[in-house]
């Protein structure tokens, strides 16, 4: 494969207003996205504001959308595209925009601090710990995040309803809730801390329809909705609408 | 903002009341609703067809009331028969709950359940709030109304009780596989024959058994509600079977919806008198 040229728009203004600025610039093999917007700074435009650091999909910084899809502009090879193809590129849309690509994602971290932390199990110092593999198999997943925040860019409930994102934490930190709830050693029960209660009542689990967006953009792969969602949802319906359960709790205290 | 994340509200202009959602004002101004070129309205479009489908042909098969019995071979559709006004079954799931009362087909009073477990099912609910709701049509694609609440409230909190139908599900499934059973006779009720009528309702019922058993209801209680496996080996290992089942839910939804709309219609073929069943053994 030889060089060629491509056609690049990406947006460019802050809070106050801006546009897409058309932009042709040089492509070589094996190139990413964001390849191209680093060389768009070197040659055209020394002013763009990007985010990005590992240049690995690792560090979750360099979140943008692309030809209107949440994703990273790292991990995006020029490859899927055609060479005639326009390439779109702006900030993420859910959030507000600082300057050019870079969004200001603090409501990630609000709905990150108003999750409660893991609570330490009585009677066990550091390094005392021990867990089984099958026991923390499921968290683990989740611990892949690199906390990129497409999946709560993408999320309908607050992308589309700015209204929504006081009582709504997003996939992200639903997923948060839900690791911690399968935690083995978690015991916020203990501490009067009902983390399938809250997960509904506090986190506003009810409006995610699980219609799978959050999964469909994970750069990470995880299953969210299918491994965290929707098993928090159940355990919602454990704790609210299911007598049985709340029956069996009640005959028998047996830990599970 | 009370999430306090949005402090740099545009200065110039009031607020537009109309600008919500991706135009809101202090997000990045682009005027268009998404920029998606790919043909992202494709998926949402097939799946509101093929439901559709399915709606109009149980729709008609469901009030019809006739040829859904051939024997030895019951359509999924009319079976447990719970009415008076059912065809006799022999040996059958058919018994008379409802009276002469009841002048409609007995289809109706047994569709409730696999129809509320398939509403309420996790999957097809997203196949029908992105597909007939636009709610969201595609990812990144906004939602054309104002206002959102999810599943918050009704009728949607509902959605809720899908283990109770799940419930019911395996009872119907368990009904389902005795008809299936019942298939291994012959026209006149002796024991050891097979037709191609049978092959059709076994496959339907596989198909029926791993879409119920790949429930993500199922998956939870079998497992899933567990914090610690290490203690319950053998709920574990079920909920490894049951997640492995689950990773295909969607493809079982859909496949189990064809073959039970496949096996009520092979009944109703014979059962008319449009087709010979052919006996193979
Ligand atoms: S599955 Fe739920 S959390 Fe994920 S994007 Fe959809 S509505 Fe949002
Ligand atoms: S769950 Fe996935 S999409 Fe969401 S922040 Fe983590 S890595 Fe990013
Ligand atoms: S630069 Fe680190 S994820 Fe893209
Ligand atoms: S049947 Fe689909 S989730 Fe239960």
């Known amino acids: ?256 | 903002m009370a999430t306090g994340t949005d402090p740099q509200a545009r200065t110039t202009s009031g607020p537009d009341p109309a600008a919500h959602g991706v135009h809101a004002p202090s997000r990045a101004a682009v005027p268009a609703r998404h920029l998606r070129t790919d043909r992202w309205w494709l998926a949402p479009a097939a799946t509101a067809a093929g439901l559709f489908a399915f709606v109009v042909y149980s729709t008609w098969r469901a009030f019809s009331g006739a040829d859904y019995y051939a024997e030895p071979y019951v359509s999924p559709f009319y079976s447990p028969c719970v009415a008076q006004n059912c065809v006799p079954m022999k040996g059958g799931a058919n018994w008379e709950i409802f009276g002469a009362w009841w002048g409609l087909s007995p289809a109706l009073l047994i569709l409730i359940f696999p129809l509320g477990f398939r509403l309420t099912c996790y999957y097809y609910r997203k196949a029908y709030y992105r597909g007939f709701w636009a709610s969201p049509p595609a990812c990144a694609v906004p939602e054309p109304r104002a206002k959102y609440t999810g599943e918050t409230r009704f009728p949607l909190i509902l959605q809720n009780l899908h283990r109770y139908f799940f419930y019911f599900a395996v009872i119907v499934a368990g009904i389902l596989t005795y008809d299936t059973v019942l298939g291994f006779r012959d026209e006149s009720g002796r024991w050891g024959h097979m037709g191609l009528g049978t092959l059709v309702l076994l496959i339907n019922i596989v198909l029926i058994w791993a879409y119920t058993l790949s429930c993500h209801s199922c998956r939870h209680i079998v497992g899933g509600r567990l914090k610690h496996f290490s203690r319950h080996p053998v709920r574990y290992r079920l909920w490894g079977w049951v997640s492995s089942l689950n990773a295909r839910h969607m493809a079982l939804a859909w496949a189990s919806l064809v073959s039970v709309a496949l096996a009520d219609f092979y009944v109703y073929l014979v059962a008319s008198g449009a087709f010979d069943d052919p006996r193979f053994f």
């Open chain 1, 1 to 256: 494969m030889t060089a060629y040229e491509a056609h690049f728009r990406v947006w460019r203004g802050d809070v106050e207003g801006g546009g897409l600025k058309d932009f042709h610039v040089e492509v070589n093999e094996g190139e990413v996205v964001l390849d191209i917007v680093h060389r768009i700074q070197a040659t055209q435009a020394p002013d763009l504001a990007v985010r990005w650091n590992c240049k690995a999909g690792k560090c979750g910084s360099c979140s943008a959308e692309i030809n209107g899809r949440p994703r990273l502009l790292c991990m995006t090879r020029m490859s899927v595209f055609g060479r005639d193809e326009t390439i779109t590129i702006t900030p993420l849309r859910a959030f507000p925009v600082v300057r050019d690509l870079v969004t200001d994602v603090s409501f990630n971290y609000e709905k990150a601090r108003e999750v409660p932390a893991f609570v330490p199990p009585e009677g066990l110092g550091p390094g005392e710990y021990r867990m089984w593999q099958e026991d923390v198999g499921r968290p683990q997943e989740f611990r892949k995040c690199i906390e990129c925040f497409l999946c709560q860019d993408t999320c309908h409930v607050v992308r589309d309803f700015e209204e929504n994102k006081q009582a709504f934490a997003g996939p992200r930190f639903l997923m948060r809730v839900a690791e911690l709830d399968m935690h083995p050693l978690d015991a916020a029960g203990e501490a009067g801390i009902d983390r399938k209660r809250t997960a509904q009542e506090e986190h506003g689990l009810g409006y995610c329809n699980i219609t799978k967006c959050c999964t469909e953009v994970c750069p990470e792969g995880i299953k969210i909705t299918d491994n965290a969602l929707i098993p928090l949802k159940e355990r919602a319906v454990d704790r609210k609408y299911d007598p049985l359960v709340w029956l069996g709790n009640k005959i028998r205290r047996r830990p599970s």
